[in-house]
């Protein structure tokens, strides 16, 4: 008989005779909680347990005879009997692929991800390999699902960074403006002029009460507690924003809405506001001086699902070269833009929410940005 490193040898002369020494590797088979085979050096299956035969759904016993190919893709098989000669001209205990990825074949034709472990038996003066096989589709879709959310997170702090860097400028601008109003109130309460001074203060707290929504927004992309639902009155909230977004003067654009007959929501009624907010002052920031009227329009579809809102300006549009950077934190787009972050905010809120946010625009024609949000939204 001849021997070879690290085998497994059941026919020494003070070991059970042959018959007694297929009954010994029978009972190992059955009572193995691991799916497991011994194949010869001809490639053909000598011994399957119970385990193995389900896990390629074949009748138990059905793959003895059978050559252990019929278990590997059709695309290998050719290369898969090479690889076994090459195993069985130097065998040794260990795992089989070298890190590559490896498939078996159900009787169906299902492809399942494994990992092989390989060791060489001497069995009735025969040469054949122990063959186990562990299926590794669970622990592959958890490892995909973490490098997932690994991406994802790796994303988000990306853009909390970029965020952390571009606060101190982004936010200066409405600061310097509420300094300025205040300035200028005081000078006016100097020369007693009390009508133009409230007018300052009254703008200036207008900002300062904007840009506490607009921090308060910010700090809930990283809040990961629940939306706090509510039920909300769509129309009644877009007016609400619009007042705060497009005092009444003669340069603000003129506001059309087409609402729904059922315009209310479930859903975060601070959040939607801010939404509201940005997307109308952005319709309003962008406005064409050119043309004769000056409009803004907000309708409303819903279904048993979902709402849909959108804002359409006719404004100066976004030049086709700008319009992947829309979303992007903090980057002003051009000659007029806010602290940059808004529709930032829009998304990442729209998104929390379980909804999506879309735009199209077209330079010298306008913007239209459509939100949509669940009816009854995420908890």
């Known amino acids: 008989m001849m021997g070879h490193p690290g085998a497994i040898s059941l026919a020494d002369a003070d070991k059970p005779k042959p018959d007694a020494e297929a009954s010994a590797i029978e009972v190992m088979f059955a009572i193995c909680p691991v799916p497991m085979l011994l194949v010869g050096e001809d490639g053909v299956i000598r011994l399957t347990n119970a385990e193995l035969d389900n896990l390629f759904k074949y009748p138990e016993g059905a793959l003895v005879g059978q050559a252990v190919e019929t278990l590997v893709p059709s ?48 069995l009735n003066g025969t040469r054949a390999a122990l063959v186990t096989a562990v299926d590794v589709s669970v622990r592959r ?30 936010l200066k ?17 100097a020369t007693g002029d ?18 506490a929504r607009l921090i308060e927004s910010v700090n809930g992309l990283v809040d ?30 003129k506001l059309a809405l087409d609402i729904a007959n059922d315009s209310r929501l479930i859903t975060d009624g601070g959040t939607l506001t801010m939404m509201l907010e940005q997307l109308l002052s952005n319709a309003c920031r962008f406005q064409d001086r050119s043309k004769s009227e000056q409009r803004v329009s907000v309708t409303s579809r819903s279904d048993c699902a979902s ?36 529709l930032t905010l829009v998304r990442r809120a729209a998104e929390r929410l379980g909804g999506t946010i879309k735009f199209s625009s077209h330079p010298g024609a306008g913007s239209t940005f459509v939100l949509t949000l669940p009816m009854e939204g995420m908890a």
């Not at 009390?194 to 840009?211: I, K, P, Q, T, Y």
């Open 75 to 122: 695309r290998i098989g050719a290369r898969h009997a090479t690889w076994r000669e090459a195993y069985f001209k130097a065998p040794a205990r260990r795992s089989m692929g070298g890190g590559l990825d490896l498939f078996g074949m159900t009787r169906d034709g299902t492809k399942l991800p494994l990992e092989l472990g390989l060791a060489p038996v001497e």
């Open 141 to 170: 879709a958890i490892e995909t699902e973490l490098a997932l959310r690994a991406k994802e997170l790796e994303t988000s702090n990306a853009d909390l960074r970029h965020v952390a860097r571009s606060a101190s400028h982004g």
């Open 173 to 189: 601008a409405p600061l310097t403006s509420i300094c300025g109003l205040l300035g200028l109130a005081l000078e006016d309460m």
């Open 194 to 211: 009390f009508e133009e001074a409230r007018n300052m203060v009254s703008d200036a707290l207008r900002l300062g009460r904007r840009g």
């Open 224 to 253: 990961s507690s629940p939306a706090v639902l509510e039920v909300v009155e769509l129309e009644r909230s877009i007016r609400a924003a619009w007042s705060r977004v497009a005092p009444a003067t003669e340069e603000r654009p």
């Open 307 to 342: 709402v849909t809102i959108t804002v359409e300006d006719n404004g100066v549009g976004i030049p086709p070269d700008m319009q992947h950077r829309v979303f992007f934190a903090f980057d002003r787009l051009q000659e007029g833009s806010g602290d940059g972050f808004g």
